[in-house]
Nanobody
Framework: QVHLVESGGGLVQAGGSLRLSCTAAVPITSFNTVGWYRQAPGKQRELVAH???????NYAESVKGRFTISRDSAENTVDLQMNSLKPEDTAVYYC?????????WGQGTQVTVSS
C-alpha cells in the first residue's frame, strides 16, 4: 500500500499564493505519474496537473500559467506552486499517483480562496 501525505493547504485571498506538497513513502520516480486533482463542492474531481516519470508535465487549461508542478526525487515529494489564486480554485486538493494500473490517493487538503 502506497501512502501519500499532503500538506500546505489553507486560506488565502484572491491573487495570493499557496504551495502544496505531496510526500510518498516510496521513490517518487517509481510512479508513472504523480499529480494533483481537486474537487469543489457539488463538482466532479478534476485533474489539476501531473508530472510523469520522464519529467514531462500536464496542466488543466484553467491553471496554465498560474500553477507549477515540480518534483524533488531526493525528498520523494511533488509540489504544486499555486500563484494568482482565484475564488474558483477553492476545492479539496488530492495528491494522486499511478503505477502499473493502480491508483493511489492522499487524504486531501483544503484550499480556500476568498474574494
Amino acid at each position: 500500500q502506497v501512502h501519500l501525505v499532503e500538506s500546505g493547504g489553507g486560506l488565502v485571498q484572491a491573487g495570493g499564493s499557496l504551495r502544496l506538497s505531496c510526500t510518498a513513502a516510496v521513490p517518487i520516480t517509481s510512479f508513472n505519474t504523480v499529480g494533483w486533482y481537486r474537487q469543489a463542492p457539488g463538482k466532479q474531481r478534476e485533474l489539476v496537473a501531473h508530472i510523469s516519470s520522464d519529467g514531462s508535465t500536464n496542466y488543466a487549461e484553467s491553471v496554465k500559467g498560474r500553477f507549477t508542478i515540480s518534483r524533488d526525487s531526493a525528498e520523494n515529494t511533488v509540489d504544486l506552486q499555486m500563484n494568482s489564486l482565484k475564488p474558483e480554485d477553492t476545492a479539496v486538493y488530492y495528491c494522486h499517483a499511478f503505477k502499473r494500473g493502480d491508483h493511489y490517493w492522499g487524504q486531501g487538503t483544503q484550499v480556500t480562496v476568498s474574494s
